[in-house]
């Protein structure tokens, strides 16, 4: 079973003091964010993180350690890690997401539907052409929430791979949006990757990938339990 737990900015009182908790990097690159609902969002998904892992382990949420180091870099912006789980955190609009599990990698994805972007702008750079040609028969009240869509499957995909923005998301096909998510060709990862939606917000889609060839269970958790 993977865990997601939910977190909605709207309901949900950020503490300063859970600061207390973080290690050196993680202040850092929370005093890096110049807006206060990003830091709200980092802060949040660090603490839900750290308190979800204290209840596993039986320790204490600050003596938890985290990896966050890029494979590329070395900077601290990587996919999180730790020792026992596998993680996947996720922020946009009113929504903070952690997924885990204790071994399989998974990768989650929510994303706020903005009416307003052009996505047929977005689906040239990011979306394969078979997916583009989807979306342009789409009427365009509907497009923005089907590229969320097909954004979120693909991002999930390449957070459960690690790879990120390393990824070319031209040749990762996914299910069109009325369809179940699933990858539908993606030349290289042969490996079983299986892919699902997963229910948010009122305006938000959200995925979820796990690289495993049997079928994922999901339960969905209220944040608020551990904060």
Not at 1 to 29: G, K, N, Y
Not at 53 to 71: G, M, V
Request: with cysteine.
């Amino acid at each position: 079973m993977i865990e997601i737990w939910w977190a909605r900015l709207s309901t949900q009182r950020v503490a300063p003091d859970w600061i207390a908790d973080f290690d050196a990097a993680e202040r850092e690159r929370l005093a890096a964010y110049k807006r206060q609902e990003d830091q709200d969002r980092f802060l949040l998904g660090c603490t839900i993180v750290r308190r979800l892992l204290a209840s596993r382990s039986q320790l204490p949420a600050a003596s938890i350690r985290l990896d966050r180091r890029c494979d590329d870099c070395g900077r601290p912006h990587g996919k999180v890690r730790a020792e026992g789980a596998e993680l996947s955190i996720t922020h946009s609009g009113d929504l903070v997401g952690v997924a885990f599990h204790p071994s399989i990698p998974i990768g989650l994805d929510v994303e706020l539907v903005n009416p307003a972007v052009d996505a047929l702008a977005l689906a040239r750079v990011s979306l394969a052409p078979a997916e583009t040609d989807d979306l342009v028969r789409r009427p365009p009240a509907d497009r923005a929430a089907a590229f969320t869509t097909y954004w979120t499957r693909k991002e999930a995909v390449v957070k459960a791979t690690a790879e990120g923005i390393r990824a070319d998301l031209t040749k990762l096909v996914v299910t069109p949006p009325d369809q179940p998510a699933a990858v539908a060709v993606w030349p290289d990862h042969p490996d079983p990757i299986q892919l699902v939606d997963v229910d948010s917000a009122p305006n938000h889609k959200a995925a979820l990938a796990a690289l495993t060839a049997a079928p994922i269970e999901v339960s969905l958790r209220d944040a608020a339990e551990l904060l």
